[in-house]
């Protein structure tokens, strides 16, 4: 890096380059509509060309998305060159109807499972009851996946403390539990405060966590909504945030512009902190994904021009 390049913010020296393609995956709902379903595939189609490490439908609350998941799933599985990762969660089922969709997954070639412990119905954030005959959390969950099959386990983390936790110490610890059970891989929820973070992926690190964990980034274009996400999952937003959409109520465009831009110097600053792993939350939509993608350097394989005919 030149004298000239210190200068410059983070987005920008992305562009100069020297940090190495970091692997990205992409998030999808499965679509209620069929409105939402042709929406969602288009943002598939955009996204698919930038070779991401693997894409993840949710499961709703409750298990509410059960049949709509696994559908989504196996068709990115039979349709695409893409490797499709199922979300998957304790809540409202037995351990037998967990496992048959295990083997269900397993039997249609799907090898990526997002071990999730789940909310209950209709209630995000809302207080955990185990089923007497289902699984009592996801480390139960990853080690029931892997006597299915052998299976690439990816399970959740939260960026700083979860809200039901005592503190960061029994985060960590129930992480390796996760790990010891067999899961290979964390994502993370979706956070904004980068230096919470990093302090926060210094500890976990030190602890001898080893496995790769990859920042969930959620590039948000309607604040009010964001917050009311953020809230009942503990995720503090900081008041930069609010300052930066404050009076944009009735301005989509200006919020897109700003959530590019929140984005793309979060990947950037993390970029050049040496991670090497992003999961983006797309809320079906690749626009934004898509442009954050550029930033860090993940583009789609360059298709030769023909050449212009001679005058």
């Known amino acids: 890096m030149t004298p000239s390049d210190t200068?410059?913010?983070?987005?920008?020296?992305?562009?100069?380059?020297g940090t190495p393609r970091p692997n990205v995956s992409?998030?999808?709902?499965?679509?209620k509509t069929p409105e939402a379903e042709a929406a969602l595939w288009e943002a598939i189609g955009r996204l698919a060309p930038l070779n991401p490490s693997f894409v993840s439908v949710t499961y709703g609350a409750g298990g509410s998305t059960r049949d709509r998941t696994h559908r989504t799933v196996l068709r990115m599985a039979e349709e695409t060159d893409l490797k499709p990762a199922a979300h998957l969660t304790c809540v409202e089922a037995s351990r037998e109807d967990v496992n048959e969709v295990i083997r269900d997954y397993w039997h249609a070639g799907i090898r990526h499972i997002v071990a999730l412990r789940g909310d209950p119905p209709g209630q995000i954030g809302g207080?955990?009851?185990?089923?007497?005959?289902?699984?009592?959390?996801?480390?139960?969950?990853?080690?029931?996946?892997?006597?299915v099959g052998d299976f690439e386990v990816s399970v959740g983390l939260y960026p700083h403390v979860h809200p039901e936790s005592p503190g960061i110490e029994h985060d960590i610890d129930v992480l390796k539990a996760k790990i010891d059970a067999g899961a290979t891989r964390a994502i993370?929820?979706?956070?904004?405060d980068i230096d919470g973070f990093l302090r926060f992926m210094d500890r976990v690190r030190k602890a001898g966590v080893s496995i790769p964990v990859s920042p969930g980034i959620m590039p948000v274009t309607n604040y009010k909504a964001l917050k009311k996400m953020a809230g009942p999952?503990?995720?503090?937003?900081?008041?930069?945030?609010?300052?930066l959409f404050e009076g944009l109520e009735?301005?989509?465009e200006t919020r897109r512009l700003i959530a590019a831009s929140v984005a793309s110097e979060m990947c950037a600053r993390l970029a050049e902190e040496g991670f090497g792993d992003f999961h983006f939350y797309t809320l079906n939509r690749a626009d934004l994904t898509y442009a954050i993608c550029r930033v860090l350097g993940v583009r789609e394989p360059?298709?030769?021009?023909?050449?212009e005919a001679a005058a």
Do not use: C
């Open 7 to 17: 200068a410059l913010g983070p987005v920008a020296r992305a562009g100069v380059g």
């Open 26 to 31: 992409f998030e999808f709902s499965p679509p």
């Open 127 to 147: 207080a955990y009851a185990p089923r007497p005959d289902g699984y009592n959390n996801a480390t139960e969950l990853t080690a029931a996946i892997r006597a």
């Open 188 to 192: 993370t929820q979706f956070f904004f």
């Open 233 to 243: 999952i503990g995720i503090q937003l900081p008041q930069w945030l609010a300052n």
């Open 250 to 252: 009735n301005d989509p």
């Open 302 to 307: 360059m298709t030769s021009e023909p050449k």
